[in-house]
């Protein structure tokens, strides 16, 4: 095929114009934009909810009936259930590999099995959990509008959006839903011998519409229809609730008042201090978030002529910024990588060659391109990364093969036959240094953990490439090179001369220092391995000593900062409130600190609070938006102004939890201890010596456990009244949640939004001890108050209730100074300390969650990758070799890369993360391609010296010959391979972090391990034919003697 294309150009021009062609309208048309990857979840949620539950109830009446219902299911990983007050979640992690969606079908069929469930609960929910792909919002604000004319716009807004041509999902935030609130007082129940349940299917019969069947006439087919639903309060207002015997008519609004308005719980959403109502808008499938994004502030502009006066329409929590200053980040990076890349070539190569082995970089890039929606691959941080990271490995093949045709050149061959000899004689070391390359990035695909997906994206991006540039090196580069002349020097232009004498100055150094070199080396090769091993265990010290701190996954600052409240369970909305109100004044006093005096510019941008966010009056948040991080004072970095915010805010007094958060891509908390034993006491004294111990930790903060009281309660306990009328707990139970927490007659569907409609006492009847006391409770006999048929014992339970594989558990989380702290020396120190403390309580285990848990799995399945890789580059070296002794001469450079890559974290400052270690097992793959070249060259030298030479001299001399004659292929290919990766490595943006420090791992450790090729693999072969002239002398003497 080498050979066919090399002679039929303008086939290989077609392939090669193919190739772009596809990928770029697959990249334009089929690859959507966002600034994470999005990937499918393996966990499923069951929800039931159970109006006026404690959670100790929605525990044993929803949760224990669900868990027994599904944990013998084939690929349940783990169980897990958080009960509160109204209901109960109950979540199913699927095993590793197992099918979610075939899971998700078994769980719904045995949870629809249950019929055990209370009477008043709702239809379980079961659903695969999904990732919402939020791009932005729009906040509406205003200072003189009602909540319900601010809702009312809200929904104008959301319908509007939703017709805009490439928006399909948007969602109301920040506002209540609707209720329709039918109040009764007691006595007007009384008064007309009425009770709640007998007014609700009153008005559940009243309000609907039924049809009757059809009437077949001559004139055809005539339905026969009765339209009755009701959908405001007149409507409601005007049906009929009783006849009476005089005749009257008794409406409902004789005896209720219709409130038609809002859920009862308390909500309030502030932007930049006046009430608001967000409008989110998301990404959905093959949607740009840049496209979405730009519709939605098209659409912002569009209306500021149009909006009423007061109120205010501004776009907020813009994701698409980011998308694009993130990506056009690491676009020119990129850039700045090729040109640096061609620069060199163009140095080394003629540059006719130099071109033809560049254009095998766009033409591998729009390879990858084509096949990346096959994989589900979207534009992102992590892909573009991954082809910076693969942009000086695309053009390795490419360089060994053009070098080796240039080689031919000047031998005065034909450009033909010099392309398809020079492409053929390196065809094998190629295509297996490629192969050995996928390989090491191959196990990265299955790194687990909550962050395994994301890293996942890396492979799939950097083998289509390599795959693609393997493609172009054998069956596109030869048809160009062909038409490649060496120019006589007379005729030579002054670039050309230029490079001629760069060339042979090249060509200088390495007969002057580096034959030399080498030639001591392998003199003294024991020496020589000797002290490489010493710097390798030198390097290995830098990590025990401390030198170089590992820290799982580093500290991503986000552009936004959110400070989240959680109150005692029972705290009243208002005093929930006041303190929100708080820390959006301090939010406030830290905008106006870093106001421009000239300008009026702040780097706190805008400003939203929410107080009783999720119908929990307990729960508070504050957010606010800053100016990217590129475009503030470096020294003002998002954990400097949350800190200070931090102080502004202070202690607030009674509060169960204040946590601030300012980072990307989060995953679990950096230390998560989860306690379990069926003793729930137990479990309560342990958490709280878990929190003294950490305490005891500078470096720790925010020390939260999960068992948290709950609302005050009061028990409900029977009378012998009680038993001698014929009640029941559940009778008496049902009659209180009817008047107090009221019936649900029915669901209104009026334009988008779901209305419900309730019957109950009117609030003021609902607000004290006395009111539950005196309530009415209906019996066979008539109407007694509840004191007499009941005692109301007061106590408090907890406001959760969390269970793990249908065990109750309690978790201890932490944040920590990640600058300061060696979280793999914490976590040996908690283990410990928990070895101890569960040794005290019988019954009772524990374990590392959060980070320490994906630390735990992905080292679990980086080993087992590391295993695979070293298997797979040893099987694609001895194939080729025929041997299975050079393949470990090969590999034998593969642990001394590390020296590269942990000088280069040193030299960086930079501490080793995950990334690091996949920027190792990447490195493990590549390092091998230049020893390959080298011994393949080796190989073939040898048998041709050994017609004229022993074989101790033939290989002797052979290395010699390979070092000097492979020394610019593997110079170039790992100079290449630094500088594509040299721009990210000084990138100053701080969401690039976090990859840098595998650029640093794979950077440094491939132009450290061009020096260990170069002088190692040599020694190596010297050391490796000592053995056998060692092993062979014995066997000879043995002959001499017997002969």
């Not at 060692?1030 to 017997?1042: A, C, H, L, N, Y």
Request: aromatic residues 8%; hydrophobic residues 45%; negative net charge.
């Amino acid at each position: 095929m080498i050979a066919w294309f090399a002679r039929n150009h303008v086939a290989a021009n077609l392939l090669m114009v193919t190739i772009v062609l596809a990928g770029l309208m697959s990249l334009n048309f089929r690859i959507p934009l966002e600034i994470f990857p999005s990937f499918e979840s393996d966990t499923i949620s069951v929800s039931v909810s159970l109006n006026g539950a404690t959670p100790e109830d929605a525990e044993l009446s929803l949760a224990t009936r669900i868990e027994d219902a599904v944990s013998d299911l084939e690929g349940v990983k783990e169980l897990s259930s958080r009960s509160v007050e109204g209901g109960t979640t109950v979540t199913i992690e699927a095993e590793k590999g197992y099918d979610a969606r075939e899971l998700l079908a078994d769980v719904k069929a045995r949870v629809d099995e249950i019929n055990s469930f209370p009477d008043d609960a709702e239809k379980p929910v079961v659903a695969l959990a999904t990732r919402v792909r939020e791009v932005i919002s729009v906040a509406l604000s205003s200072d003189n509008l009602t909540e319900k004319e601010l809702r009312s716009y809200a929904e104008k807004v959301r319908d509007d959006l939703l017709r805009l041509p490439n928006i399909t999902q948007v969602e109301l935030d920040g506002v209540r839903d609707y209720e329709i609130s039918v109040e009764i007082a007691q006595d007007n129940l009384r008064e007309y011998n009425l009770t709640l349940s007998e007014v609700a299917d009153k008005i559940a019969n009243s309000s609907l519409d039924l049809s009757a069947g059809s009437l077949d006439t001559d004139g055809g087919e005539i339905l026969i229809r009765s339209k009755g639903q009701a959908y405001n309060r007149d409507q409601f207002e005007s049906m009929v609730i009783k006849n009476n015997a005089d005749g009257s008519v008794l409406y409902l609004r004789d005896i209720a008042t219709v409130n038609d308005g809002f859920e009862e719980s308390a909500m309030r959403s502030r932007f930049n201090g006046s009430l608001s109502a967000m409008i989110d808008v998301y990404r959905v499938g093959q949607q740009s978030a840049i496209t979405v994004a730009d519709e939605v502030k098209d659409y912002v502009a569009e209306q500021q002529a149009l909006l009423p006066n007061g109120l205010k329409m501004s776009f907020w929590d813009d994701d698409s910024e980011i998308v694009k200053s993130r990506l056009e980040t690491l676009i020119v990076n990129a850039c700045q990588g090729g040109v640096l890349v061609l620069l060199l070539l163009t140095l080394f190569l003629r540059p006719s060659i130099a071109f033809w082995v560049f254009i095998g970089i766009p033409v591998s890039f729009m390879g990858a391109f084509l096949v990346m929606p096959l994989f589900g691959i979207t534009l992102n941080i992590i892909s573009l990364f991954g082809f910076i990271l693969v942009l000086g490995l695309v053009v390795d093949d490419a360089i060994v093969t053009g070098e080796n045709v240039y080689t031919h050149l000047k031998t005065s061959e034909s450009g033909l036959e010099a392309a398809i000899r020079g492409t053929q004689e390196v065809s094998v070391p190629v295509t297996f240094g490629i192969l050995t390359t996928i390989a090491a990035f191959l196990p990265i695909a299955f790194v687990e953990g909550d962050r395994g997906p994301i890293f996942a994206q890396l492979p799939f991006i950097v083998i289509p490439v390599l795959l693609f540039s393997l493609i172009e090196s054998k069956w596109v580069l030869p048809a160009h090179l062909k038409h490649v002349r060496i120019r006589k020097h007379q005729s030579e232009g002054r670039f050309a001369r230029f490079q001629r004498r760069f060339a042979d100055g090249f060509e200088s150094f390495i007969l002057r220092y580096y034959h030399p070199l080498l030639a001591v080396a392998l003199k003294n090769r024991l020496t020589t391995l000797m002290l490489f091993i010493a710097v390798l265990m030198l390097s290995l010290a830098m990590i025990f000593s401390g030198w170089t701190r590992f820290v799982f996954f580093p500290r991503v600052q986000s552009d936004t900062a959110v400070a989240t409240l959680t109150m005692p369970a029972g705290t009243p909305f208002e005093v929930t409130d006041r303190v929100v109100v708080k820390m959006v004044e301090a939010a406030r006093k830290l905008k106006a600190d870093y106001s421009d005096e000239e300008t009026g510019e702040s780097v706190v941008q805008n400003i939203f609070s929410a107080s009783g966010r999720g119908g929990s009056a307990e729960n508070g948040m504050v957010r606010f938006e800053l100016t990217p991080a590129e475009d503030r004072d470096p020294a003002l970095t998002t954990t400097r102004l949350v800190q200070e915010w931090r102080q502004m805010i202070g202690t607030v007094p009674g509060a169960e939890s204040l946590t601030y958060r300012a980072e990307l891509g989060r995953g679990g908390d950096p230390v998560d201890i989860r306690m379990s034993s069926s003793n729930v006491a137990d479990l309560s004294a342990m958490a709280d010596q878990v929190k003294a111990h950490l305490k005891t930790y500078p470096t720790l903060f925010e020390i939260v456990d999960n068992l948290s009281d709950g609302k005050e309660e009061l028990q409900v306990e029977l009378t012998q009244q009680a038993y001698a009328l014929g009640l029941t707990r559940g009778d008496i139970i049902r009659q209180v949640r009817q008047n107090f927490f009221g019936i649900e007659v029915q669901r209104v569907q009026r334009g988008s939004d779901e209305v419900s409609v309730y019957v109950r006492l009117p609030k003021d009847e609902r607000q004290a001890i006395s009111n539950l006391r005196n309530i009415q409770i209906e019996t066979d006999a008539g109407f007694v108050p509840l004191n007499e048929v009941a005692y109301l014992v007061p106590s408090r339970g907890a406001s959760a209730i969390y269970r793990i594989n249908q065990q109750r558990t309690v978790s201890v989380t932490a944040d920590l100074d990640k600058t300061t702290t060696n979280t793999t020396v914490l976590q040996r120190h908690l283990a410990e300390f928990m070895d101890g403390l569960v040794s005290q309580y019988p019954g009772s285990s524990y374990t590392l969650e959060g980070e320490a848990r994906e630390q735990q799995e992905s080292f679990s399945s980086l080993i087992i990758g590391l295993v695979f890789v070293f298997f797979a580059i040893y099987a694609l070296l001895a194939i080729p070799f025929k041997s299975y002794a050079q393949p470990l001469i090969v590999m034998s450079v593969i642990p001394f890369g590390a020296i590269g890559a942990l000088a280069g974290h040193w030299l960086m400052r930079m501490d080793l993360t995950i990334m690091s270690l996949l920027g190792l097992l990447a490195l493990v793959g590549v390092i091998v391609n230049d020893s390959l070249v080298l011994v393949e060259y080796s190989n073939r030298r040898q048998q041709e010296l050994s017609k004229t030479m022993s074989a101790f001299e033939a290989v002797e001399e052979a290395v010699k010959t390979a070092g000097v004659a492979r020394f610019r292929p593997v110079a170039l290919t790992s100079m290449t391979t630094f500088l594509g990766l040299m721009p990210l490595l000084f990138e100053k943006a701080v969401q690039a972090q976090f990859l840098i420090p595998m650029a640093v791992s794979l950077g440094f450790g491939i132009l450290f391990g061009t020096l260990i090729t170069l002088i190692m693999v040599p020694v190596n072969i010297m050391l490796l034919e000592d053995a056998k002239r060692f092993f062979r002398k014995p066997v000879e003497e043995q002959v001499t003697v017997s002969s």
